[in-house]
């Protein structure tokens, strides 16, 4: 069957009967689906005796051979428990770097080791987590996790985890170049090594100072017990009752400081309580002082409108009594002169209507003066409660437009620290980006050996970034490089000798049987070579060795030195770098 590598029956049951503790357990034991081995104890439902000895069932062998999984089907369930153990972890990767090749201690060989961080990739990830802001933390987090540092222990419990107390704790910790968002903080990797360091620092100060005075403590309890070796029974039966009322003493004050503690703590409840009840007082009082000047106000009203209608009536009254006054003269005089009662009755009757007139007059001008210092009254009252209203409401618009300026100012601040940050990181990217076009211009050009002034030491220098790499067996002039190089073969996968000759004028790559062979036994052309690098795979397997990939084949190749291979792959990326170019369209 398809993935399945079934024993016979017959051998399956020669090992269930091996006498070796493994063989044994291995073939008594059931597969999982994950294709691992669980022991388990047979029953005896399990096992029959044939001839004296046991012999497993043969639907036990049937019913094991069909719940064997297939290959396929371990790798999936293996790989299946894997990914829910890690789901349930937080992974991390290791990335092992051998220090050299020769496998001896206490040997680091610099550029081995870069040249196997820069193909794993540690080089670019370590650049891209120094250029980013890596640490995230809300304010919240970041506060709970250092406030060791920005304040003292004591005061700890009444820190609030806010943007203050996080700016706080930077400028304590003396950090700079982080950035501010609207919940969270954006450190780098140095922020937090040097705020770990600050805390470390601070946790190696408590620890020196618990060591102090646990080394006093323990002094005088060793220079107490050498006290009380020297002493007879009578002195060591006097220290014994002086340590008691030591002891007596300090827990006396231990608990006398506990009780001021605790009566500190009552006081200081009492005095915020009192604190509270003289607010409440203040504000009851104050609510008290405005009802009494409303009621003042109304009663001051009620007091003018009673004194108004006061007056009117004694007014109304006196104009009465001096109508009726005049009436009885007028009536005297008419009796006294009745000859003249006609002529007097219509001057009567003349002044009776003046009076009567003026009398309308007094009366609506009183009335008139009484409802102008009511209506005087009702203004005065309604422009001091309108002046009231005014006032606090213009201290209500000067008290929000101050703490409206303080936000839009700290706003502006903002604004303008997070642009002036912006625009440094911009004019970093466009001054790399232009370093970045210029060396991949400069690269493309030195990449052009058509050109007079190509050389192939200068390509070297530059391809090896300036580093001065020989060795004796290359030879190196300025348009060819010969050697000798191991190569595989197209059929043979077994290294040979071979000279390889690079010709840049020839634009070709020769290789020849020997240094004295004239014979040609191959030839690779600068355009079919795709690539030239260092696998290192084949690296690990192989030392010295080195890649040429074409479009047809791979050929792996080895020299006998490390110097010997960089200058071989610097050399030959000289084909691929023009090929490139050209096709980019940078050369013709």
Not at 64 to 71: C, F, G, H, Q, V
């Amino acid at each position: 069957e398809k993935n399945r590598d079934n024993l016979a029956n017959g051998i399956i049951e020669v090992m269930r009967a091996s006498g070796q503790g493994l063989i044994y357990d291995m073939f008594h034991a059931e597969m999982k689906q994950t294709g691992q081995l669980h022991v388990i104890k047979r029953t005896d439902d399990q096992v029959r005796t044939h001839r004296g000895k046991e012999v497993v069932s043969e639907m036990v062998v049937k019913a094991n051979r069909l719940k064997a999984p297939s290959l396929s089907m371990q790798f999936r369930n293996s790989l299946s428990e894997l990914v829910d153990n890690m789901t349930k972890c937080y992974p991390h990767f290791i990335r092992c770097i051998k220090p050299n090749q020769q496998q001896r201690p206490d040997m680091l060989v610099a550029d081995f080791v870069q040249t196997q961080l820069k193909y794993t990739g540690v080089m670019e990830t370590t650049r891209i987590r120094r250029e980013g802001y890596p640490y995230r933390p809300i304010f919240a987090e970041f506060v709970r996790r250092f406030k060791l540092i920005g304040f003292a222990y004591s005061k700890l419990s009444a820190v609030q985890e806010n943007l203050q107390a996080a700016l706080h704790i930077l400028e304590k910790a003396k950090i700079s170049g982080y950035l501010v968002g609207k919940t969270k903080l954006f450190l780098r990797y140095v922020h937090i090594e040097a705020l770990e360091g600050c805390l470390k620092k601070y946790y190696r100060d408590v620890i020196t100072v618990q060591s102090v005075v646990r080394a006093h403590f323990a002094k005088k309890i060793v220079r107490r017990l050498l006290a009380r070796a020297r002493m007879d029974a009578a002195q060591r039966a006097a220290d014994a009752a002086q340590q008691a009322e030591e002891h007596r003493l300090k827990e006396e004050k231990r608990m006398r400081r506990e009780q001021e503690a605790a009566a500190m703590r009552i006081e200081e409840a009492k005095q915020q309580a009192m604190a509270a009840a003289l607010d409440k007082e203040r504000a009851e009082l104050e609510a008290r002082k405005a009802e009494e000047a409303r009621m003042m106000m109304d009663a001051e009203a009620k007091r003018i409108e009673l004194e108004t209608q006061k007056l009117l009536e004694l007014h109304l009254a006196d104009q009465a009594r001096a109508e009726a006054d005049r009436a009885l003269a007028e009536q005297a005089q008419a009796q006294l002169e009745a000859a003249l009662a006609r002529e007097a009755q219509m001057q009567a009757q003349k002044e009776a209507e003046l009076l009567r007139i003026a009398k309308e007059k007094a009366e609506d001008e009183a009335q008139a003066q009484a409802l102008a210092r009511l209506e005087e009254s009702q203004r005065r009252r309604a422009e001091a409660e309108q002046a009231r209203s005014e006032a606090e409401e213009k201290a209500r618009i000067a008290e929000e437009l101050s703490r409206k300026l303080m936000e839009a100012q700290q706003e502006s601040l903002k604004a303008k620290e997070l642009a002036a940050r912006l625009e440094e990181m911009h004019r970093a990217e466009q001054a790399r980006l232009a370093a970045e076009r210029a060396a991949l211009e400069a690269s493309r050009k030195a990449s052009d050996y058509n050109s007079v002034d190509f050389t192939l030491p200068g390509w070297l220098q530059r391809s090896l970034e300036g580093a001065m790499v020989s060795s004796p067996e290359v030879s190196i002039d300025a348009r060819t490089m010969r050697g000798m190089v191991a190569k595989t073969g197209a059929i043979n996968k077994a290294f040979k000798n071979r000279l390889f000759v690079l010709s840049v004028d020839d634009k070709t790559l020769r290789y020849y049987e020997s240094e004295k062979s004239k014979k040609e036994n191959g030839m690779l052309r600068g355009e079919e070579i795709l690539r030239v690098y260092v696998s290192p795979a084949a690296a690990l397997k192989t030392k010295h060795s080195f890649v040429i990939e074409t479009v047809d084949r791979l050929y792996v190749c080895k020299t006998n030195s490390d110097e010997a291979t960089r200058l071989w792959v610097a050399a030959l990326s000289v084909f691929p770098a023009r090929n490139a170019a050209v096709g980019a369209g940078y050369l013709s």
